[in-house]
């Protein structure tokens, strides 16, 4: 009966050493590698944005602004439309930046 316990507790002690060495070299592969595919998505989302010509985009859009009739733009202005568009374009990038996280991380 002792020898069966004796390889019982060798063989629980090698499992638990395997266990212990292969999480110790698979933690910072598995860190390194998200890191890496993070790195890349990033690389590639800034390409993507600095592909964006925001200036002229701006520019376009503040010219076609200023070709409205005076009362209408005095009438907007009085109704606040600037600042409204602006608080729903921040509104809408919260959101969209909000949905980047993950649904397991915001359920509480």
Same mark, same amino acid.
């Given at each position: 009966?002792?020898?069966?316990?004796?390889?019982? *507790?060798?063989?629980?002690?090698?499992?638990?050493?395997? #266990?212990?060495?292969?999480?110790? *070299?698979?933690?910072? #592969?598995?860190?390194?590698?998200?890191?890496?595919?993070?790195? !890349?998505?990033? $690389?590639?989302?800034?390409?993507?944005?600095?592909? &964006?010509?925001? =200036?002229?985009? &701006?520019?376009?859009?503040?010219? $076609?602004? !200023?070709?409205?009739?005076?009362?209408?733009?005095?009438?907007?202005?009085? &109704? !606040?439309?600037?600042? !409204?568009? =602006?608080? &729903?374009?921040?509104?809408?990038?919260?959101?969209?930046? #909000?949905? #980047?996280?993950? $649904? $397991?991380?915001?359920?509480?």
């Amino acid at each position: 009966m002792s020898a069966i316990l004796s390889f019982l *507790n060798t063989f629980w002690q090698y499992g638990k050493d395997i #266990l212990s060495w292969s999480m110790g *070299n698979v933690k910072p #592969l598995l860190t390194d590698t998200i890191k890496d595919v993070f790195t !890349g998505v990033m $690389a590639v989302a800034s390409g993507v944005i600095n592909t &964006l010509d925001v =200036g002229t985009i &701006l520019t376009q859009t503040s010219a $076609a602004w !200023g070709l409205l009739d005076p009362r209408i733009a005095w009438f907007m202005v009085n &109704l !606040g439309i600037s600042q !409204g568009l =602006g608080i &729903l374009g921040v509104a809408y990038g919260i959101r969209f930046l #909000l949905n #980047l996280i993950p $649904a $397991a991380f915001t359920r509480v």
